[in-house]
């Protein structure tokens, strides 16, 4: 329904026109000002979509008051009446552009075809300004869509990377580009990755381009002409976390890549953050973490030192004889640099770890057992007691055998891929799989990678892509029904995967499917 402000300073005259727009029932909204300076007041403070007003009038006329809404209000359709029919009025009515120039007495069939061409002059100018807008709207989503697959290039090495002029949002070409991986629980990035990202920008006093990775994990890329220090690369860390956890409730890790060197050195960043997250398993979940930081520089405190312990008896139990030498790596990292403890304590937590290794591969010999613990008891160095803790674990991967191992990897791999098959519609994550496989989620990831030379988030994502592709092309479900169907809980999330994958909607694409 449009507004109409009715101007006229006889009373009578103003209801008059109200009472015919009631009586006629026409779709208009009326307001009413008694003179020109009030109906400007209104005009200013309030939409109005047609005014109409007398001429003669006090303070203001109908006139003055029609050129000040032309030049401040151009889209306001202006009908001016009057018992004056002279020319000059005419003229200046003219100039003013107004709609229609009426006379007094109003007539009631040209009163009804001056309102017509006024509310049609008001559906064509919103009818553009809605052509505009979608047109708008259309060139910044494809302007999202272009930058978006740069980032996802630029990560996946596909090609020398340059962002093409239209994608990039400064003029120049940063130097330095520092990747900030943010990790959150399951389904966070589905439920509030743009909020997330508005808050970012809300927060953040640097540029940067944002990239949603899969469900729990999205990167930043922080663009800067010279690389950032450590300190500031920690603040930046720091804010997201904490703004995280004030917003959300929720904490968050962070891993910050080495500086890339432009866009080409991106996906060596990248690779140093995948390499980090594989043992990811280690460490405090709400850490921030530097990618290209040697372990034996970072400090664990006494909580730290028994959560890596206890995290090493996880894996040998799971049979994860890689993560667990990793673990033996960050053990004596901590040893290292504290220097508190004594010989015999740490000389008592290799023992520990020896004895629940060779228990578990069944090397339950005594002779055996009591060969290694007194060889720990010998060691003379805190290096030596490592090479002798390590030589352990080399010895026992060597007798499970390499061919049983394979065939070990290859079935666990398919018996992963039937799961996926079977439940792409329910909730899959990465510690749920692992569960029900017994494996360690770190060992898993690594595993799939492996064998397949695909993330395990990846290929869920390209299982359900293409159950989805299926869904369009052979079904007329609602596209908020396929992707409830595929599992996930929020359909623009779905949308924007699906569009990563195949460069269009899934609207578009079936539109295109014959």
Not at 140 to 149: H, N
Not at 279 to 306: C, G, P, R, T, Y
Not at 425 to 450: C, M, R, W
Request: charged share 30%; glycine share 4%; with cysteine.
């Amino acid at each position: 329904m449009h507004r109409i402000l009715i101007v006229d300073d006889e009373r009578i005259e103003r209801e008059g026109i109200r009472n015919l727009i009631r009586k006629l029932k026409l779709e208009l909204d009326p307001l009413v000002a008694e003179n020109g300076e009030a109906a400007l007041q209104i005009v200013r403070s309030e939409p109005v979509d047609i005014v109409i007003t007398d001429i003669k009038m006090p303070f203001m006329d109908g006139l003055e008051l029609s050129e000040k809404i032309r030049e401040e209000h151009p889209d306001i359709e202006l009908i001016i009446y009057s018992a004056f029919n002279e020319f000059e009025y005419a003229r200046r009515a003219m100039r003013a552009n107004v709609s229609n120039y009426l006379l007094k007495p109003i007539q009631v069939p040209e009163f009804l075809a001056a309102i017509q061409r006024a509310t049609d002059a008001c559906l064509e100018k919103e009818a553009d300004r809605k052509r505009e807008l979608q047109l708008l709207e259309g060139y910044r989503l494809g302007m999202a869509y272009e930058r978006e697959k740069m980032l996802l290039d630029a990560i996946n090495g596909t090609r020398p990377m340059k962002p093409p002029a239209a994608a990039r949002i400064d003029d120049a070409e940063p130097e330095s580009i520092h990747l900030l991986l943010v990790e959150c629980p399951r389904h966070f990035f589905d439920m509030h990755n743009d909020d997330f990202l508005a808050m970012l920008h809300e927060r953040l006093n640097l540029p940067f381009d944002y990239l949603n990775v899969n469900e729990n994990q999205s990167l930043l890329f922080i663009r800067h002409p010279v690389p950032l220090s450590r300190e500031t690369l920690r603040f930046l860390a720091e804010t997201v976390s904490a703004s995280t956890l004030e917003r959300y409730g929720q904490t968050v890790g962070i891993i910050v890549g080495a500086s890339a060197e432009g866009w080409d050195g991106v996906h060596s960043a990248y690779c140093g953050i995948e390499r980090l997250l594989e043992f990811k398993f280690f460490m405090n979940e709400q850490a921030i973490l530097f990618a290209e930081e040697h372990f034996s520089e970072a400090s664990f405190d006494e909580v730290e030192l028994q959560s890596i312990s206890d995290k090493i008896y996880q894996c040998v139990n799971f049979s994860d004889l890689r993560g667990a030498k990793y673990g033996v790596e960050l053990l004596f990292s901590y040893l290292k640099t504290t220097g508190h403890f004594s010989s015999l304590y740490t000389k008592f937590l290799c023992s520990e770890i020896m004895n629940k290794l060779l228990v578990k591969e069944h090397k339950k010999s005594l002779a055996v057992i009591n060969d290694y613990l007194d060889k720990i008891s010998r060691s003379s160095s805190l290096h030596e007691l490592k090479d002798l803790m390590l030589g352990v674990f080399d010895l026992v991967e060597s007798c499970t055998g390499a061919r049983n191992k394979e065939e070990s990897a290859n079935r666990i791999i398919e018996q992963i891929k039937q799961m996926i098959e079977e439940r792409y519609d329910q909730d899959l994550s990465l510690e749920g799989i692992a569960e029900q496989v017994y494996l360690t989620p770190s060992y898993l990831s690594y595993l799939f990678k492996k064998e397949t030379g695909q993330s395990l988030i990846r290929y869920i994502t390209q299982v359900r892509m293409d159950k989805a592709v299926v869904l369009l092309r052979d079904t007329n479900m609602k596209i908020v029904d396929i992707c409830q169907k595929l599992g996930y809980r929020n359909s623009n999330y779905f949308i924007q995967s699906f569009r990563q994958h195949y460069g269009v909607t899934p609207a578009k694409y079936r539109e295109r499917t014959p």
